[in-house]
């Protein structure tokens, strides 16, 4: 089934080649290290043992952020390196991490790629973040003893279906994994349908919860909330996608009945999109400011400011009074809500949120969450957020309690990680000389 798989994979090249050259007509960054995409990646500078984590994109990089950290604390000894698939999540790793681990691309599920990949990097040890799970990367790890662990692993009800309409060949993919710290029950259950051995499946927790908050956000919101908008209630409508700016842009009007003079913030998802967001924007007759302008500030007529930069949302989440969680009120799947609710900013999401039903499900529980169908009852449930400062804080309060609650996950995977670690031959030499 994996020769078929591959077969499939080599006629689909020229498809993909033709993705590339079209995503690259809107983002540059796509057109950029292409030979990586084929396993032609240069060799780790540092010459150290390689412990490899792979994250998709920007979401995924920013959940391996404590881990990375931690693990870069624990193993001095070694060389971090990071693989995307994603310019956005390429950028995200410079930006969190700010050279401290190396970046490349993950090759394409191809044989040669892979297997040329895994010559170059030479890992001690796999760790990949959430659902990537490719069958001719976990086959060749195998092969070549490379312990591959899949961590803060989910599966949607979607993707589950998807994996159950090949059971024979996920299954046999599956158990290449040495082990799966699953982020829920539900989640676990769903490995173990899917064929995962019992023994290498444990439930972990939600890294996501274990995410550190920079402690200069606080300081620099403070001032970027005085060049903003300096006495003016402000909200974020926060990884937007294609037709949520609609809803947002006429929620917005309707909150402007009660707060004449309120500053949305605008952080679409996807960096391709800035300009259409701006243009929607300017055809509403709204005034919009964009922080990638050389003066980056907004003014006292500004009605509308668009967040089109990356890796700046944590700050913008900080400075604002409440935020709305995109990617709910359209089908999409919804977004991380714990950046928010980890600064103590009040939350709304949509319906729409299948990609984290059990951490809205614990909001919901907590009471630290609204939830909104449309417009409408966005725009009544920011009027109110925006009206209240006690509803916010009582709000803001449930949410951070709740993510300390939750915490402790990353404590769980690195014990999972130590137990290949500590006790592989060159990794423990280098601990017991360093």
Request: net charge positive; charged share 25%; with cysteine.
């Amino acid at each position: 089934m994996r020769f078929l798989y591959s077969i499939v994979l080599y006629l689909s090249v020229p498809l993909v080649l033709l993705k590339l050259l079209l995503r690259g007509r809107r983002n540059r960054a796509y057109l950029e290290r292409i030979p990586e995409r084929f396993g032609c990646v240069a060799e780790p500078e540092s010459g150290l043992p390689v412990i490899w984590v792979h994250a998709v994109s920007v979401g995924e990089v920013q959940a391996s952020g404590a881990l990375v950290k931690r693990l870069l604390r624990s193993y001095p000894g070694c060389q971090v390196l990071l693989t995307t698939i994603t310019p956005t999540g390429a950028a995200q790793v410079e930006k969190l991490f700010s050279g401290s681990v190396e970046h490349r691309y993950l090759p394409y599920d191809l044989p040669h790629g892979v297997n040329l990949f895994l010559r170059r990097i030479n890992p001690r040890l796999l760790v990949i973040l959430e659902t990537e799970i490719w069958p001719n990367l976990l086959h060749y790890c195998r092969r070549r003893g490379v312990p591959a662990i899949l961590v803060n692993a989910r599966l949607s009800s979607t993707s589950y279906r998807g994996y159950l309409r090949m059971r024979r060949f996920t299954a046999s993919t599956v158990r290449l994994l040495d082990h799966i710290a699953a982020r829920s029950a539900e989640d676990a259950g769903r490995f173990l349908a899917l064929g995962a051995e019992p023994a290498a499946v444990s439930i972990a927790g939600d890294l996501k919860f274990d995410d550190e908050t920079p402690p200069e956000n606080k300081g620099q919101a403070q001032s970027l909330r005085q060049s903003l908008a300096p006495g003016r209630p402000v909200w974020i409508a926060a990884s937007t996608h294609e037709g949520e700016e609609d809803k947002v842009l006429e929620a917005f009007r309707s909150v402007r009945k009660s707060l004449a003079d309120c500053l949305l913030i605008i952080a679409p998802r996807h960096p391709e999109r800035f300009d259409r967001v701006y243009d929607l924007c300017r055809r509403r007759g709204l005034e919009v400011s964009r922080r990638s302008d050389a003066a980056g500030a907004a003014h006292r007529d500004t009605d509308v400011y668009l967040l089109d930069t990356l890796g700046e949302l944590p700050r913008f989440y900080a400075c604002a009074d409440a935020a709305f969680v995109g990617g709910s009120l359209v089908p999409a799947g919804g977004h991380n809500v714990l950046e928010a609710a980890r600064l103590g900013v009040p939350l709304v999401t949509g319906a729409h949120t299948g990609n984290f039903t059990e951490i809205i499900g614990l909001f919901k529980t907590a009471d630290a969450i609204m939830t909104v169908t449309d417009a409408t009852q966005l725009a009544a449930a920011l009027t109110r957020l925006l009206t209240d400062a006690e509803l916010r804080r009582t709000c803001g309060e449930r949410g951070q309690r709740l993510v300390r609650q939750n915490q402790g996950a990353l404590d769980s995977v690195m014990g999972i990680l130590d137990g290949y670690l500590k006790y592989h031959p060159l990794i423990f030499t280098k601990i017991l000389l360093d």
